[in-house]
C-alpha cells in the first residue's frame, strides 16, 4: 500500500513490472488485483511511501504530517 508520504514523483509506476501501480488525484494507489507483492518498487521510492498491507496503519501514524501535527500539539 501507499502512505500518505507518497510525493507523486512517479518512480514506482515506472518500475513495476505487473502495471499495477498508477497514479491517483492525491498520490499514486496499487491495484492489489495486479500486484504480486515481489516488492521491485519498495527500494526506488525515495520516501518509503510504499509498505505491505500489515504494515500500513502503522505507517500512517508516523507520516511526515502526522509527526509534525504531534510536534505542534495540533
Known amino acids: 500500500m501507499v502512505s ?5 514523483c512517479g518512480v514506482c509506476e515506472f518500475m513495476c513490472p505487473r502495471d499495477a501501480i498508477k497514479e491517483a488525484p492525491n498520490q499514486f494507489v ?3 488485483h495486479l500486484c504480486n507483492g515481489c516488492g521491485e518498487c519498495l527500494p526506488y521510492c525515495p520516501v518509503r511511501a510504499i509498505v505491505p498491507q500489515d504494515e500500513f496503519a ?12 504531534r510536534i505542534l500539539g495540533v
Open 58 to 69: 502503522a505507517r500512517q501514524q508516523r507520516t511526515r504530517k502526522a509527526e509534525l501535527k
Open 4 to 8: 500518505s508520504d507518497c510525493t507523486r
Open 30 to 32: 496499487i491495484r492489489r
